[in-house]
């Protein structure tokens, strides 16, 4: 079992910066980034596997990074030059070893422009 808990939303001014963060419990493996703004699909925004290797959407790309803290069971994304359409409900995600996805309970970034 794989618990997930998000921290660090809030308001932010378009330009400004923003780390949230996703603390885990159970074994981590793989875990990622999830946004879905009002009226649309949940999308990925980025992943990190355990060993650091990353994945990003086109869309985050040069402007998230997303990190690990192994140590503390805790994955980040530092969001930076933020922009309006960024604005969306963060979820957290740990698939366990057998695929089965886990979420957290969403924290919520607003970009204002």
């Known amino acids: 079992q794989v618990q997930l808990v998000e921290s660090g939303g809030g308001l932010v001014q378009a330009g400004g910066s923003l780390r949230i963060s996703c603390t885990g419990s159970?074994?981590?493996?793989?875990m990622g980034w999830y946004r879905q703004a009002p009226g649309k699909q949940r999308e990925l925004v980025a992943t990190?596997?355990?060993?650091?290797?990353?994945t990003y959407a086109d869309s985050v790309k040069g402007r998230f990074t997303i990190s690990r803290d192994n140590a503390k069971r805790t994955a980040y994304l530092q969001m930076n030059s933020l922009k309006p359409e960024d604005t969306a409900v963060y979820y957290c995600?740990?698939?366990?070893?057998?695929?089965?996805?886990?979420w957290g309970q969403g924290t919520q970034v607003t970009v204002s422009s």
């Open positions: 990190i596997t355990r060993v650091y290797s990353t």
């Open positions: 159970g074994n981590l493996f793989t």
């Open positions: 995600n740990a698939p366990n070893i057998g695929g089965l996805d886990f």
